[in-house]
């Protein structure tokens, strides 16, 4: 047999994919699949790896001897100089779970995590890559998606993109964030068509401290074809209703009704 040869029989009698396998290794899965294939010979310090992963000697792995393969299972003693010390298995933590009970083409669950970029695919996932009905992870995309960086119908992460998006940069249809972008838009500083927040920019409404708008409310700066600037006290919630009635198109008819509750929490 071939060394390719020689890791494959060793990797599937084990039952080992070609990724796990590469994983423990430190190396790639095509890394492996290129080994068994006799495409690339592994460097010495990976044959003396294999070797001690498999408690195999590495003449068994380089020379073509079926016998010296048994021998090397049967005898206590090793004859390899390298010690453990000076080669070893990069083993990083690593933990999968994936049930049975299937939804579709997907399963319930799957957990798949560990130091390194492990995808998790499910009807809930959760891995370094998450993509699922609810996803979690680093990253993560699904119909409910949390993480650091997020894309979903419903997006919490410290960046997000979504239908409704919340995160410290939002960006979606509804978002809420620290900058934040969207139709209706709630923050610190943030920009949409309706714009809530410390310095809003709103094309059709803008409610904050500093507010830029069409119609534009602001407690200490109003900017807009109408305005009212209130110093830091109430809006006046009727003139403000009736200036988003006559001067906001009926398109916006969902948006203008939150509009208008917004004005009373402002």
Request: with cysteine; net charge positive; hydrophobic share 45%.
């Amino acid at each position: 047999m071939t060394l390719g040869e020689k890791i494959y029989k060793l990797r599937t009698e084990n039952g080992l994919s070609q990724e796990a396998f590469g994983q423990k290794l430190g190396v790639s899965r095509q890394s492996v699949s290129k080994w068994e294939t006799d495409q690339s010979v592994p460097e010495l310090d990976k044959i003396v790896a294999i070797s001690q992963f498999f408690k195999v000697s590495t003449d068994y792995l380089l020379k073509d001897a079926e016998e010296i393969y048994r021998s090397a299972r049967e005898s206590p003693t090793r004859s390899e100089t390298f010690t453990r010390e000076e080669y070893h298995i990069v083993r990083r933590p690593h933990y999968e779970y994936k049930s049975k009970k299937m939804i579709g083409n997907l399963p319930l669950l799957h957990v798949n995590l560990g130091m390194g970029k492990y995808q998790a695919k499910g009807v809930i996932a959760i891995g370094t890559i998450a993509q699922g009905w609810l996803a979690i992870g680093i990253a993560a995309m699904g119909g409910i998606s949390i993480g650091i960086v997020s894309l979903g119908l419903i997006a919490l992460a410290n960046i997000a993109f979504g239908l409704i998006a919340c995160g410290s940069l939002a960006v979606g249809v509804i978002s809420i964030g620290a900058i934040s972008i969207g139709i209706f838009s709630l923050g610190a500083m943030v920009f949409g068509q309706f714009a809530f927040g410390a310095l809003a920019n709103g094309a059709q409404v803008a409610i904050g401290d500093v507010a830029n708008g069409n119609i534009a409310l602001g407690y200490s700066q109003a900017t807009g074809a109408y305005t009212q600037i209130t110093n830091r006290q109430p809006f006046d919630i009727e003139s403000a209703c009736r200036m988003i009635d006559e001067h906001v198109s009926s398109n916006w008819l969902f948006f203008k009704t939150w509009a208008k509750e917004m004005i009373k929490w402002f």
